[in-house]
């Protein structure tokens, strides 16, 4: 089987700006704390790095205080890009920063021109499919555009839900290998992921659903011990990396970068 859902050469960040206070929440639980959110972004950036990717950090963009989270602004595919169009009005403007980045990466970039609205957290690419959660950000429109988008690959897309009140399909599950899914079970109840092995975050850890593979590793947000047990059980190598900040605004491990092997 091959392994490139999760074997990467490349990833791109973006430091978190000052703005970050103002960053969008379903829940007000604090403001977060600009430094210690720069240092778990060190961490997270040192730990893809550590797996021998290249890792372009691009600079914080103050004028758009969820910018940090670039993992919204597009679909890093083998073969080409796809430049998202945000369904939140204050981050519509990300995606067209994240462009010439991709466009220098990539011979082959297309954008979404809407009306519809997609975001690159509803989107989870296994070996398999694409699937993509219809959400409050995620609408039909912008799922059949980048379906069309996407078809000039080859690749196949499965529409699936977002559970209602969960931001992003990858707010509940994220995956482990080509065929390994940890995903929360209020997510795995949907059925959509018939097919494939399912691992479940541990009772009270749901939040620990939104973790990455990353080559040899699986970063995973720290303070979930159990949900850390049955993945090391199973053969994971780990690596807990604190985002009690990013947690804040509704951020995890995935929505911090964007992962990929691009083909020139
Ligand atoms: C937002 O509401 O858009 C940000 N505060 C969080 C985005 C998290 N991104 C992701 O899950 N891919």
Same mark, same amino acid.
């Given at each position: 089987?091959?392994?490139?859902?999760?074997?990467?050469?490349?990833?791109?960040?973006?430091?978190?700006?000052?703005?970050?206070?103002?960053?969008?929440?379903?829940?007000?639980?604090?403001?977060p704390?600009?430094?210690?959110?720069?240092?778990?972004?060190?961490?997270?950036?040192?730990?893809?790095?550590?797996?021998?990717?290249?890792?372009?950090?691009?600079?914080? #963009?103050?004028?758009?205080?969820?910018?940090?989270?670039?993992e919204?602004?597009?679909?890093? #595919?083998?073969?080409?890009?796809?430049?998202?169009?945000?369904?939140?009005?204050?981050?519509?403007?990300?995606?067209?920063?994240?462009?010439?980045?991709?466009?220098?990466?990539?011979?082959?970039?297309?954008?979404?021109?809407?009306?519809?609205?997609?975001?690159?957290?509803?989107?989870?690419?296994?070996?398999r499919?694409?699937?993509?959660?219809?959400?409050?950000?995620?609408?039909?429109?912008?799922?059949?555009?980048?379906?069309?988008?996407?078809?000039?690959?080859?690749?196949?897309?499965?529409?699936?839900?977002?559970?209602?009140?969960?931001?992003?399909?990858?707010?509940?599950?994220?995956? #482990?290998?080509?065929?390994?899914?940890?995903?929360?079970?209020?997510?795995?109840?949907?059925?959509?992921?018939?097919?494939?092995?399912?691992?479940?975050?541990?009772?009270?850890?749901?939040?620990?659903?939104n973790?990455?593979?990353?080559?040899?590793?699986v970063?995973?947000?720290?303070?979930?011990?159990?949900?850390?047990?049955a993945?090391?059980?199973?053969?994971?190598? #780990?690596?807990?990396?604190?985002?009690?900040?990013?947690?804040?605004?509704?951020?995890?491990?995935?929505?911090?970068?964007?992962r990929?092997?691009?083909?020139?």
């Amino acid at each position: 089987m091959s392994d490139r859902s999760y074997r990467f050469t490349h990833a791109i960040t973006r430091a978190p700006a000052a703005s970050i206070t103002s960053g969008l929440r379903a829940v007000d639980t604090g403001t977060p704390d600009l430094a210690l959110m720069q240092q778990h972004h060190a961490d997270y950036v040192a730990t893809l790095r550590a797996t021998g990717a290249t890792v372009i950090e691009l600079p914080a #963009l103050p004028a758009y205080p969820d910018s940090v989270f670039v993992e919204d602004t597009a679909l890093c #595919l083998q073969e080409g890009a796809v430049v998202m169009r945000p369904g939140a009005p204050t981050r519509l403007g990300e995606a067209a920063e994240m462009a010439p980045t991709l466009r220098a990466l990539y011979a082959e970039v297309v954008t979404i021109d809407g009306p519809g609205t997609i975001e690159g957290g509803d989107i989870l690419t296994t070996e398999r499919e694409i699937l993509v959660g219809r959400s409050a950000r995620t609408d039909a429109a912008g799922i059949a555009e980048m379906t069309r988008a996407v078809a000039r690959w080859g690749y196949a897309v499965r529409e699936v839900f977002t559970p209602p009140g969960v931001l992003h399909f990858k707010t509940d599950c994220s995956l #482990l290998d080509g065929e390994t899914i940890l995903a929360t079970k209020r997510l795995d109840a949907s059925g959509c992921f018939k097919g494939y092995r399912v691992i479940h975050t541990a009772e009270g850890e749901e939040a620990a659903a939104n973790a990455i593979r990353f080559n040899d590793v699986v970063l995973l947000p720290s303070g979930f011990p159990r949900t850390a047990e049955a993945l090391s059980r199973a053969g994971f190598t #780990l690596r807990e990396i604190g985002n009690s900040e990013c947690a804040k605004l509704d951020g995890g491990m995935s929505c911090l970068s964007l992962r990929f092997s691009p083909t020139r």
